[in-house]
């Protein structure tokens, strides 16, 4: 049975985990900026999310967390894709394609595509957010409630992404100078290392790679 209250609760639990310029996001609103591909991935972060949160709602979330090694691998191996990715975002916002407009967006349909998948699942903070974190809060509200807890998640999944997706090439005369590109990049760049240095201080320091 639909619970309006407990649907409210959980746009809002699901809407202030997933608002934040982390490495997802702010790939998103690069290309979202750079008008490029946006569709497919604002369906991809959708989609993963359903299926994260969905299964941490479901209770899988103690089964992921139990699997060995699962956490170390997730970490290591996001974390240096999430470096690479930050230090690419440097390059782009000194080299001579930093000087033309949208020049560090993605413009190649099949490797937008295969970043924003393992920005998504290779980042342990996804997986924390949504099946471990957002899959324990709906026990609070009972198995009865799943059903609208899921939904008010899944909305604020929807939202969010659909705004930074979609209303971020409102932006687009803002960046009509390279100055504007570069400064954008430097402060993704920055976000990426700071976000590979929490995950390795955090989790990977204590969860070193199974040999």
Request: charged share 10%; aromatic share 12%; net charge positive.
């Amino acid at each position: 049975m639909f619970n309006f209250s407990v649907f409210l609760s959980a746009l809002g639990i699901s809407f202030s985990q997933i608002v934040g310029i982390g490495p997802q996001n702010a790939y998103v609103l690069r290309q979202g900026i750079g008008r490029s591909h946006v569709l497919p991935i604002i369906a991809i972060c959708i989609v993963a999310d359903i299926l994260l949160i969905a299964s941490g709602v479901l209770g899988m979330g103690k089964v992921v967390a139990g699997i060995p090694g699962f956490l170390s691998v997730v970490t290591w191996g996001g974390a240096a894709f999430i470096l690479w990715l930050g230090f690419k975002s440097f390059h782009a916002a000194w080299s001579a394609d930093g000087m033309s407009l949208a020049g560090s967006v993605e413009r190649d349909r099949k490797r937008a595509i295969r970043t924003i998948l393992v920005v998504t699942l290779l980042n342990p903070y996804v997986w924390l957010d949504t099946v471990v974190l957002i899959g324990g809060v709906s026990t609070v509200y009972g198995e009865e409630a799943n059903l609208s807890f899921l939904l008010g998640s899944l909305c604020a999944s929807v939202l969010w992404f659909g705004i930074i997706g979609l209303f971020a090439g409102k932006l687009a005369p803002l960046f009509e100078k390279p100055v504007s590109w570069r400064v954008l990049d430097c402060v993704i760049g920055f976000v990426m290392l700071f976000t590979a240095s929490m995950l390795i201080y955090n989790y990977g320091l204590a969860a070193p790679l199974p040999l």
